[in-house]
């Protein structure tokens, strides 16, 4: 019998159709893949397991009882737990306050309700422990890294005994070794009976931890597949509809001036994340930073565009020095960074998609740092949709607010956001998290289409098919130096790590 189904469920948001008549159940002991493109619908099915939206049509079924609808309380009384895109914990409280946060467990002394701290702390050590969490109950959240966060959301799950357990990309903000250790305990989940229900756009990933994959396409159903009998080609297909080529270098003939765009020398930032950095970046290629989570890239990346303070080093381009001090000196200069996390440092939650396209031309184009001169609507609507169209961004209006967008598109509306500023140099810093696989081919097109017109291109990412498929040189990172240079032709997965990790 399955712990929860849900029967042809339909939602609609105005002027989108986000579900069409879908049907997704999850058995005792699986994991259970949910793929699709970005804006599939995957994140809204599951809000409505959850009891955040209501389905337009449709029914759930738990415990042998048919609903209308879930609240998110009866979600929880299902058994039901969610560990959101966007990780819900609250930083400001401790590890086990966020466990019993709204469940307070009380026990009476002398007939009165006191709450059970002594009860809640056991219960939080014995949870901890399951997941693997090195920890004291007591210790504030805030000073969690994300992957110690997601896995007191698990905790969580674990200390209400769950039996359903959906994970909405846990993967994409945790290095190599973080999911090894989340995938082992998704493993131990299952084998204590519970279904967990897991979203990635991974597909190695998805062959290693899925037994089955329901599979969405623009809110229609594709199909539940066994994964034994799936492949990553297959999936690409179910998913895409069609093949996806597989690399994106520079072709053997292309040839270019030999000029130099961007030149780096001996920049140490004043904190010592990054240390001794010099590289140029020449017309026509595209240059990779690969290494380990905290080798010091993005770091250095921070200090190009000014968001870090530097000690000492010089930045050119085409020659000239840059005097940045700030974002707002290198977004003039012509520089743009696409950074990784675009909650902390990307997009303006509360502004249209409109908006947020438009806000780094905007600022570029106006004068005191955006006080005079801002660009008119018309400009503004038409930079937008020149944008949309471009990366294909899947909305109902440029004038949504980008928090309606599905986890991809505002990743979309972010990269953008920066081509409307007409740089000459990009950084891309993790430029396909979350990112589905038909999108994410496009836009290595799109970085390698730049490279052609001249821009240069700068790509942070610690996925080395990326690194590998896209630049034409890549530097790799460790302590916040750079330890190694390969080409694209002696370059492979395992002298990268190597590098990486001497
Ligand atoms: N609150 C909302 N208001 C309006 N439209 C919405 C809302 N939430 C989701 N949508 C729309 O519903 C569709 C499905 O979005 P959903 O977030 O479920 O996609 P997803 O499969 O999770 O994609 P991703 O892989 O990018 O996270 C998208 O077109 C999205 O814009
Ligand atoms: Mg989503």
Redesign the pocket.
């Given at each position: 019998m399955s712990l929860v189904e849900m029967k042809h469920i339909t939602?609609t948001?105005?002027?989108?159709i986000?579900?069409n008549d879908i049907s997704f159940e999850v058995q005792p002991g699986e994991t259970h893949i949910l793929l699709?493109?970005?804006?599939?619908?995957?994140?809204?099915?599951m809000?409505i397991l959850s009891g955040a939206y209501e389905p337009t049509q449709g029914t759930l079924v738990a415990n042998g009882i048919e609903y209308k609808r879930f609240t998110p309380k009866l979600s929880q009384e299902n058994g039901i737990s969610i560990i959101y895109?966007e990780l819900s914990v609250i930083n400001e409280i401790s590890i086990q306050e966020n466990i019993f946060v709204g469940k307070m467990v009380t026990k009476k002394v002398c007939g009165i309700p006191v709450i059970d701290k002594a009860y809640m702390r056991k219960r939080t050590q014995e949870v901890l422990e399951e997941v693997g969490l090195k920890r004291d109950p007591s210790e504030m959240v805030g000073s969690l890294s994300i992957s110690e966060k997601q896995m007191v959301e698990i905790a969580k799950a674990v200390a209400f005994d769950a039996k359903v357990i959906i994970m909405?990309?846990p993967t994409s903000s945790l290095a190599q070794e973080e999911i090894q250790h989340l995938v082992s305990i998704v493993e131990r989940l299952k084998s204590q009976g519970r279904g967990i229900v897991f979203?990635s756009?991974k597909l190695d990933e998805v062959l290693t931890v899925g037994d089955r994959v329901t599979v969405?396409k623009d809110?229609t159903y594709v199909g539940t597949y066994n994964i034994r009998d799936m492949d990553e080609d297959k999936l690409v297909r179910l998913m895409v509809g069609r093949e996806i080529k597989g690399t994106y270098l520079k072709e053997a003939d292309e040839e270019y001036p030999d000029e130099t765009i961007l030149e780096v020398e001996n920049l140490t930032r004043k904190d010592g994340k990054a240390r001794n950095i010099s590289f140029s970046l020449k017309k026509g290629e595209i240059l990779g930073f690969s290494g380990l989570v905290g080798a010091g890239r993005t770091e250095t990346m921070e200090a190009i565009f000014g968001a870090a303070k530097k000690k000492s080093g010089t930045i050119r381009l085409y020659g000239e020095e840059l005097k940045i001090n700030n974002t707002y000196d290198a977004l003039c200069a012509g520089i743009a960074l696409v950074t990784e996390n675009r909650r902390e440092t990307g997009f303006a939650p509360f502004f249209s998609i409109k908006k947020n396209i438009a806000q780094a031309l905007e600022l570029k184009e106006s004068s005191f740092g955006g006080m005079t001169g801002l660009i008119s609507p018309a400009q503004e609507k038409k930079v937008a949709e020149e944008q949309e169209k471009a990366m294909q961004i899947?909305?109902?209006s440029l004038d949504?607010v980008i928090?309606?967008?599905?986890?991809?598109?505002?990743q979309k509306v972010i990269l953008g956001r920066w081509m409307a500023s007409n740089p000459k140099v990009i950084i891309f810093d993790e430029p396909t998290k979350?990112?589905?696989v038909g999108t994410k081919s496009e836009i290595y097109k799109l970085m390698r289409q730049l490279a052609r017109q001249g821009i240069g291109v700068l790509v942070v990412s610690s996925e080395l098919p990326e690194i590998l498929s896209t630049c034409d040189r890549i530097l790799v990172m460790g302590e916040g130096q750079i330890k190694g240079e390969f080409t694209s032709a002696n370059a492979n997965e395992e002298n990268l790590v190597r590098a990486a990790t001497s």
């Open positions: 939602k948001f105005p002027g989108v986000a579900l699709g493109e970005n804006g599939a619908g995957k994140s809204t099915l809000k895109q909405d990309e979203i756009h969405l809110g899947k909305c109902a949504q928090t309606e967008l599905s986890g991809g598109n505002q979350g990112i589905d």
